[in-house]
C-alpha cells in the first residue's frame, strides 16, 4: 500500500484515539537506548549476534533479551543462520523517530536565536554601545514570580519612545482615576515591546517609521475580583522563573538589559527561558525619566 497520509488532523486525531494501546505498544520498542543502537547498528548492514555482542560490548543476555524484544514487534527480522536485519517498519520508525528529534533540536535552536535576538534588540533600544563592566554576584537575584491577573494597555508608535508615551498615558489615565497607584506594591507595573522595533544589523540602527512601527504593553495588576471596564483587557499571566537587576533611569536600561544577557550567557544552572521579558516600574508616579527606578526581569529555565 506504500506511505499513507492522513486526510485532516481531525482524521489523524480519530485514528489515535481508536489505537492508544497498539501506539503505545509501539513506542516502548524504542523506550531503551540499546534498542535504539540496535536499530542504528543494522541500519546499514545485516549483522550476526556475535558481531553485535562485540559491537556494542553489552551482556549477551541482554543483547539477545533486546533483540527478541524488536523481532516481536517486527522492527528487527531474524533469519535462521542468527542473522539479523532490520526491517521496512524498524527502518521507517528510526527514520521518523530521528527526524521527529532533529526537527525539534532545529527549533530549539531557531527559538533560542529568536531570544538572543530579542534580548539584543531591547539592548540596542537604549543604547549604542554598552560598557563592558564587571558585574558583581549582588546584582542579579533569581525571582519567581507568581501567577497575575493583570489589566493590559498597548499602543503603537512610529518613533522610539512614541509608543511607550502613548501606552503610558493609556495606563495612567485608567489606574490612577480608580487610585491603584496609590499601592504600588499590590498593583505593579509591568512593560514591554509589543511587538519589537526593527533593527537593522547592516546598518546598525533601528527602521521605526509609519511603515515600520513597533508596539509597547503596559500591565498592572489587580485582584480576582477587581471589575474592569469592558473595553480594558484582562489577562492571566502564569508563573514564570526569572533573573532581575535593578537600574536606575531610562537612561540605563540598555546597559543593565546588556548585564543581564552576559549573566545568562555565562551561566552553568540556568538558560533563557521562553515568557515575557518584563520592565517593572518601581515608582509609577515619577514623571522625570531619567529618575524612574526599574527592576528588569529576563526570563529563566533551569538547564
Not at 497498539?22 to 536499530?39: G, S, V, Y
Not at 532490520?86 to 521518523?96: K, M, N
Not at 535593578?246 to 536600561?253: N, P, R, S, V
Not at 508616579?285 to 524612574?292: A, F, I, P, S, V
Request: aromatic share 10%.
Amino acid at each position: 500500500m506504500g506511505k499513507m497520509s492522513f486526510s485532516s488532523k481531525e482524521a489523524l486525531k480519530l485514528f489515535v484515539l481508536e489505537s492508544l494501546e497498539e501506539i503505545t505498544n509501539l513506542h516502548k520498542a524504542l523506550d531503551h537506548p540499546t534498542r535504539l543502537e540496535i536499530l542504528a547498528r543494522l541500519l546499514v548492514e545485516d549483522k550476526e549476534f556475535k558481531d553485535l555482542l562485540d559491537e556494542m560490548d553489552i551482556q549477551k543476555t541482554t543483547l539477545a533479551n533486546h533483540l527478541n524484544m524488536l523481532v516481536d514487534y517486527a522492527l528487527v527480522e531474524r533469519e535462521n543462520r542468527g542473522c539479523y536485519s532490520i526491517s521496512v517498519d524498524g527502518e521507517d520508525l528510526f527514520q521518523a523517530s530521528a527526524k521527529v528529534f532533529l526537527d525539534i533540536k532545529v527549533r530549539d535552536q531557531e527559538r533560542q536565536e529568536a531570544l538572543r535576538m530579542r534580548y539584543e534588540t531591547i539592548i540596542k533600544k537604549y543604547t549604542v554601545s554598552g560598557s563592558e563592566k564587571e558585574m558583581a554576584k549582588d546584582e542579579f537575584r533569581i525571582v519567581k514570580l507568581p501567577a497575575m491577573r493583570v489589566a493590559s494597555f498597548h499602543a503603537m508608535g512610529e518613533f522610539l519612545g512614541d509608543p511607550e508615551t502613548k501606552a503610558g498615558k493609556k495606563i495612567y489615565a485608567w489606574a490612577n482615576s480608580k487610585g491603584l497607584y496609590e499601592n504600588k506594591e499590590k498593583h505593579k507595573i509591568f512593560g514591554f515591546n509589543n511587538p519589537d522595533p526593527k533593527f537593522d544589523h547592516d546598518k546598525g540602527e533601528f527602521i521605526v517609521s509609519k511603515d515600520n512601527p513597533y508596539g509597547y504593553e503596559f500591565w498592572i495588576t489587580i485582584d480576582e475580583g477587581f471589575e474592569v471596564d469592558d473595553d480594558v483587557v484582562v489577562k492571566n499571566i502564569p508563573e514564570g522563573l526569572y533573573v532581575v537587576k535593578g537600574c536606575f533611569g531610562i537612561q540605563e536600561l540598555g546597559d543593565a538589559w546588556k548585564e543581564l544577557y552576559m549573566w545568562i550567557k555565562n551561566n552553568d544552572k540556568y538558560d533563557f527561558g521562553e515568557h515575557q521579558c518584563l520592565e517593572h516600574n518601581l515608582n509609577p508616579l515619577e514623571q522625570d525619566g531619567n529618575k524612574l527606578p526599574f527592576d528588569l526581569y529576563l526570563p529563566i529555565k533551569e538547564k
